[in-house]
């Protein structure tokens, strides 16, 4: 309001004056906006999605703000002024604002801190996704299933956030189990034929066969195999199921959980019985043993 | 050598090479060229020939693909040329290279084919390799890049070099400037900056030279201008890939990473 009431309207209606604004409004801000689009695109090649955005946007807002002070000049609008006004509205925005400036001050330390950039995919959380924007309030992502999630800078500097896209190779890891009766070398072999075999598995740094523990039902081995990061979901498409067709292939079992009881050698047998399924006829009962 | 030789071919027919592994079809009809490929098991696989018309019938499931041409095109060239990344290669076993002394290197890999078809002008289709890849990282799990890992191994005898006609031949040699020992266990050769010369019978690359400055230098890598001094009658084939500048620095040498525990 205090800007508003400085303004000299009545110069509006000078010719000049009326033009010059015209002119900077009408050519100024399709000006920037060009400016802006222009230098993100030329800048692409040689910076990344995020410093492309970056520069756009800080050549906008550059442009923007020395329009509006250029048009304020125009209309003898005394700057001096609007500077101390500034420092008066801050304060009083500032309180009315709390979430929206923590947001922003959240939102330059991401810049900063440079954590995750535009195209990367990050997990917050339980929502996973590809970074789309960086922006002053917050950040947007697109999920897998395309939605889009728009997260508060607060919470991306108060939270654990995972970049899984960051280096460019990734590792997975494959937790395997077979019957207690498998021979471990064999499994051990397969395992790394299927690494050797697998067009995405990376040979160098090397895959990973680690005999774990002996679990409850099975033995358990650690496979862990890299790959580059853009061939990583095709890779966790495909290698579980070529293990088991390896696996079925040589007859290694992969069992379900289960547990075998038994009463020791010096106990006598359980007693079970068998019913027969004989339709219409009177269950019958054999007494028998289980060992 | 006739393989590399622009060959006549027909439409609708199917034409067959076999080049090492790689089992190349190809068929044109209603203005598109259709490509394929499969490769043969190593060791398995019978003698080289180029295009030839294959009268029997195509395997099932054969993968081709389609490129939309001229409506006749009468010649098909397949033109050698170098992989479209770096190779990663092991020596037989750790060499060391004492301070200022420098060891020859022979190595060899499988080379990729250009396929070029038209009638007068060729345009280029694609380039497919000869032998099935194997992907590898040469770095660190934080920056490296990803390369082609050689089953073959680097020799210091030329006479105990795998050198088959689907193969070519790369002459490395690494010289010791830092003031330490040099372990070689393996190094990143990037072929994209080769020249291939075809010579009587095997094709040959330019030679390379790499400088080991330390431990935490980058390696200088110069590639000769000229052919190698070893192959006979050589003529240039194919250029780099991707020109070279003067002098390159770049990570050439690692000796072994433990990447199992990080």
Same mark, same amino acid.
């Given at each position: 309001?205090?800007?508003? *009431? ?11 004056? =009326?033009?010059?604004? =015209? ?38 807002? %550059? ?19 609007? /500077?101390? =006004? ?5 304060? *009083? /925005? ?6 929206? %400036? ?69 590792? /997975? ?5 077979? =019957? ?47 790959? %580059?990061?853009?061939?990583? /979901? ?28 038994? *009463? ?16 219409? *006829? ?10 | ?22 089992? @190349? ?8 060229? !259709? ?15 180029? @295009? ?8 099932? !499931? ?11 095109? !009468? ?172 002098? @390159? ?14």
């Amino acid at each position: 309001m205090m800007i508003l *009431a400085q303004i000299e309207w009545s110069k509006l209606f000078e010719l000049k004056v =009326a033009i010059r604004v =015209a002119m900077l409004i009408g050519l100024g801000f399709p000006g920037v906006v060009f400016a802006s689009s222009l230098a993100a695109r030329s800048a692409k090649r040689k910076l990344s999605a995020q410093g492309a955005m970056l520069l756009r946007k800080g050549i906008f807002y %550059v442009g923007t703000t020395i329009i509006i002070l250029q048009v304020l000049h125009q209309l003898n609008f005394q700057l001096g002024a609007l /500077l101390g =006004a500034a420092g008066i509205v801050g304060i *009083a /925005l500032g309180f009315a604002s709390q979430t929206s %400036v923590s947001n922003i001050i959240s939102g330059l330390f991401l810049i900063s801190e440079h954590p995750f950039e535009v195209g990367d995919q990050i997990r917050v959380g339980d929502t996973t996704g590809i970074v789309l924007s960086i922006d002053l309030l917050s950040v947007k992502l697109r999920t897998f299933d395309n939605q889009l999630v728009r997260m508060p800078n607060e919470n991306l500097i108060k939270t654990q956030v995972n970049n899984l896209t960051h280096f460019p190779i990734r590792r /997975l890891d494959i937790n395997v189990s077979v =019957a207690y009766k498998e021979d471990v070398n064999l499994v051990k072999g397969i395992l790394l034929d299927i690494a050797k075999d697998h067009p995405h598995i990376l040979d160098e740094p090397e895959p990973l066969v680690l005999f774990q523990d002996f679990g409850d039902s099975a033995l358990q081995f650690l496979f862990a195999v890299w790959s %580059v990061k853009e061939d990583f /979901l095709i890779l966790k498409k495909t290698v579980r199921e070529l293990i088991k067709a390896r696996f079925d292939a040589a007859g290694i079992e992969i069992p379900f959980p289960h547990r075998s009881l038994y *009463a020791g050698t010096d106990t006598a047998p359980f007693p079970i019985r068998i019913v027969s399924e004989t339709p219409g *006829a009177a269950a019958s009962v054999s007494p028998t043993s289980l060992t | 050598m006739d393989i590399w030789k622009p060959q006549r071919i027909d439409a609708l027919k199917i034409y067959q090479a076999r080049i090492g592994p790689l089992v @190349l079809w190809l068929r044109q009809t209603d203005g598109e060229m !259709h490509v394929a490929q499969t490769y043969e098991l190593e060791g398995q696989f019978m003698d080289m020939h180029g @295009l030839k018309e294959y009268v029997q019938e195509v395997p099932l !499931h054969t993968p081709w693909s389609r490129w939309v041409v001229e409506k006749e095109m !009468h010649q098909v060239r397949l033109t050698p040329c170098l992989p479209n990344r770096p190779v990663v290669v092991r020596t037989e076993s750790p060499v060391k290279i004492s301070v200022g002394k420098e060891a020859v290197f022979y190595v060899s890999f499988p080379i990729w084919l250009k396929i070029e078809a038209g009638d007068g002008q060729l345009i280029e289709l694609c380039d497919v390799p000869s032998a099935v890849r194997s992907n590898t990282w040469f770095g660190d799990t934080m920056e490296g890049e990803l390369c082609y890992s050689l089953m073959t191994r680097a020799r210091r005898q030329i006479e105990d070099a795998d050198h088959p006609v689907y193969k070519a031949l790369c002459p490395v040699r690494i010289r010791n400037a830092s003031e330490d020992r040099l372990d070689v266990e393996r190094f990143c050769l990037h072929v994209e900056h080769l020249s291939l010369y075809q010579g009587t019978h095997l094709l040959w690359t330019n030679e390379v030279m790499i400088t080991f400055q330390g431990e935490d230098q980058i390696s200088k890598v110069d590639y000769a201008r000229q052919k190698p001094k070893l192959g006979s009658d050589l003529k240039l084939i194919t250029p780099p890939r991707t020109p070279f500048k003067e002098t @390159l620095l770049k990570r050439s040498l690692a000796s072994i990473i433990r990447f199992s525990d990080s």
